[in-house]
């Protein structure tokens, strides 16, 4: 809903129509020809570009994400079938820890993650890599305990990656000249809308609403972890944390 009620999708395209009425209404009529199909073909082709990328980092966090619950189900399992009854609850209880982790970490309003909140992080991979010399001492064979090592690097890497998806956005320069850029072509293409009579002021109107909207969309999925009706939805932690646990009866 607060989508919706971005107020920008109602004064941008306004101004865009009210610029077409009044070339119509003073008769500043003339056609662009090829040069402004080119020149906002070539720039809404840049914003393509941008708002593709912004949506790949998107789907790169969901694979992420789905390696870590992968690895996490893999370390349960090789837990539960080594170690001891008097050691596993407190593993697992260590275990079960990481996804909320992981989502306090994403879930910070800010781009740069605080530094306390990466050591929590730091100090969970290091009780982890303890854990798993501890199979050694319980039975565990070396070709199996450099999987499990494998599967402690990979957690480590996702995590990082998802930190970086988290920090690192499209260039804030490259969307700022995009988005100002479009709407400037648009309200220079007046004149060629006011061509069209009052169908030209509709059309202005529709265009620049639609690239709005796209660029608001761009903003919103820049950051997958956030609270849009897109982003990532953390519901998963529930149910994953209901797999832990059922493992333990």
């Known amino acids: 809903m607060k989508f919706l009620l971005n107020s920008k999708f109602l004064y941008i395209p306004t101004i865009s129509a009210f610029t077409t009425w009044c070339c119509l209404a003073y008769d500043f009529v003339f056609e662009m020809g090829i040069a402004g199909n080119v020149a906002f073909g070539g720039i809404f082709f840049t914003f393509a570009i941008t708002i ?7 789907f ?4 992420e994400i789905s390696e870590l619950k992968s690895n996490v ?9 080594i170690l001891p009854d008097r050691i596993l609850p407190v593993v697992m209880d260590d275990l079960r820890t990481f996804f909320p982790m992981l989502q306090s970490v994403l879930s910070e309003q800010k781009s740069t993650i605080k530094l306390e909140t990466l050591l929590i992080t730091d100090r969970f991979f290091q ?3 303890q854990t798993i ?9 070396d070709p199996e ?16 990656r998802l930190i970086s998806i988290k920090e690192h956005t499209t260039p804030v320069t490259l969307r700022r000249f995009v988005y100002y850029a479009l709407l400037v072509t648009v309200i220079i293409m007046s004149p060629e809308f006011a061509d069209m009579e009052w169908f030209g002021v509709i059309t202005a109107f529709l265009l620049t609403f639609m ?32 797999r832990l646990i059922r493992r333990d009866e």
């Open 211 to 242: 690239v709005v909207v796209l660029v608001t969309i761009q903003e919103m999925i820049e950051d997958p972890f956030g609270k849009a009706m897109d982003d990532v939805r953390f519901e998963f932690i529930g149910r994953i944390q209901e």
């Open 60 to 63: 790169e966090a969901f694979d």
């Open 73 to 81: 189900m893999s370390l349960a399992d090789v837990y539960q079938r």
């Open 133 to 141: 010399f501890t199979l050694k001492q319980h039975g565990l064979k």
């Open 145 to 160: 305990l450099a999987c499990v090592m494998q599967w402690h690097q990979r957690m480590r890497m996702s995590m990082e």
């Open 127 to 129: 009780n982890q890599l």
């Open 52 to 58: 593709g990328t912004a949506n790949r980092r998107r």
